[in-house]
C-alpha cells in the first residue's frame, strides 16, 4: 500500500523505511510505502506561544504575567530524537508528543521569570517588565533544556504584569492620594511663591518708599542748611548794619557834643542874641516869666493881664508874600 506525502518549506520531512533514514528536508513530496514506513513532519516555522501564570512576588503579593513567546526549531533530527512527530497518512500525529514541546518551553520561561519575580517586591515587579523579558530572553537562548530540544527562542514580549484587583485598587488609591498630594503640594508650592513674590513687591514698594523718604529728608535737610545759612547771613547783615548804625550814633553824638560843648559855658541870652531868635515879642515875654519865676523869692506881688496871656496863646500871623 502506497501512500503520497506532500509538506510545506516551513516543515521539516524525515523519512525512515524498516529503521532507517532514506531522506530528509523541506518542502518535500514523494510516495513512500506505508506499511514499512515511518514518516517525521515536525514545523520549522517561527511560532508564537501564549503564556499567563501567576507568581508572589517577595512581600507576598499575587501578580500575574501574561505575555508571547517566539521560537522556531533549529535542529529537527535533534527534537525528532526527543519527541514523537511522526504522522499517520492522513497527517495526524500519532501521539501527543507534539504538543508538549510548547508546554516545555512555557515550563521553562515560567520558572526563569519566577526567579526573577520572587527577587522582587511588588512595585519593582509591576514597574520591571522590561528588565523581566531581557533577562528570561537571554537565560532562555542559553539555556540547556531548551537548546537540547533543538529550538532557538526568537523573542519575548510581556503584555502585562498585573496584581490582584484588591492589590490594584489599593496601589490606585496609593497613586491617587501620592498624586493628589503632589497636586496639593504644587497649589501650595504656588500660592507660597505667589505670596513671596507679594512680599518681595510689598518689600520693594516699601523700599522705594523709605528711598523716596530719605531723599525727602535729605532736600528738606538741604533746605534747612540753606535756611539757616541765609539767616546767619541775616543775622551778620543786622549785626553788622546795627553795629555801623551805633558808630554812625556814636559819630553823631561825638561830633554833636563836640558842637555843643563849647556853648555850655555861654549865657543863654548871648545865644539868643546871637542867633537871632530874641526877635520874637512871645519868646521875649517867656523868657520874662522865666526869670521871674528864678526870682520868685524876691517878688512881693505880681499882676498879668489877660490881654498878655492872650497875646501868648494866640499864634502869629503869617508873614505877607512880597
Do not use: C
Not at 55 to 61: L, P, R
Not at 95 to 117: G, M
Not at 227 to 244: K, P, S, T
Amino acid at each position: 500500500m502506497f501512500a503520497y506525502v506532500k509538506a510545506p518549506p516551513t516543515r521539516h520531512i524525515l523519512h525512515y523505511s524498516r529503521g532507517r533514514l532514506r531522506r530528509e528536508g523541506a518542502g518535500l513530496s514523494f510516495f513512500y510505502f506505508a506499511p514499512t514506513a515511518t514518516i517525521v513532519s515536525i514545523p520549522i516555522g517561527s511560532a508564537d506561544l501564549p503564556f499567563v501564570f501567576t507568581e508572589v512576588t517577595v512581600d507576598f503579593q499575587t501578580v500575574t504575567v501574561q505575555g508571547q513567546l517566539t521560537y522556531r526549531v533549529v535542529d529537527p533530527k535533534r527534537l525528532a530524537a526527543l519527541l514523537d512527530y511522526s504522522i499517520k497518512p492522513n497527517g495526524d500525529y500519532v501521539s501527543d508528543d507534539p504538543t508538549k514541546l510548547p508546554e516545555r518551553l512555557v515550563q521553562a520561561t515560567h520558572i526563569l521569570a519566577r526567579d526573577f519575580i520572587h527577587e522582587r517586591p511588588l512595585q519593582g515587579a509591576l514597574a520591571g517588565a522590561g528588565s523581566l523579558v531581557a533577562t528570561v530572553l537571554e537565560a532562555l537562548q542559553r539555556d540547556a533544556a531548551v537548546t537540547m530540544l533543538g529550538v532557538e527562542v526568537l523573542g519575548l514580549s510581556v503584555v502585562g504584569i498585573t496584581p490582584t484587583p484588591e492589590t490594584a485598587r489599593a496601589l490606585e488609591a496609593e497613586a491617587r492620594e501620592a498624586l493628589l498630594g503632589r497636586s496639593d503640594e504644587a497649589i501650595y508650592a504656588r500660592r507660597n511663591a505667589a505670596v513671596e513674590q507679594e512680599r518681595r513687591i510689598k518689600e520693594s514698594e516699601l523700599n522705594t518708599e523709605i528711598a523716596v523718604q530719605e531723599k525727602q529728608r535729605e532736600i528738606r535737610e538741604t533746605q534747612m542748611a540753606a535756611d539757616i545759612a541765609v539767616e546767619q547771613q541775616r543775622a551778620a547783615l543786622i549785626e553788622r548794619r546795627a553795629a555801623n548804625e551805633r558808630q554812625d550814633a556814636d559819630a553823631k553824638g561825638y561830633a554833636l557834643r563836640t558842637t555843643l560843648d563849647p556853648l555850655r559855658a555861654v549865657d543863654w541870652r548871648t545865644l539868643m542874641a546871637v542867633t537871632g531868635t530874641g526877635a520874637d515879642p512871645r519868646l521875649m515875654i517867656a523868657l520874662a516869666f522865666r526869670e521871674l519865676a528864678e526870682n520868685a523869692g524876691k517878688i512881693g506881688e505880681l499882676n498879668i493881664t489877660p490881654d498878655l496871656l492872650r497875646s501868648l496863646l494866640v499864634p502869629p500871623l503869617p508873614k505877607s508874600l512880597p
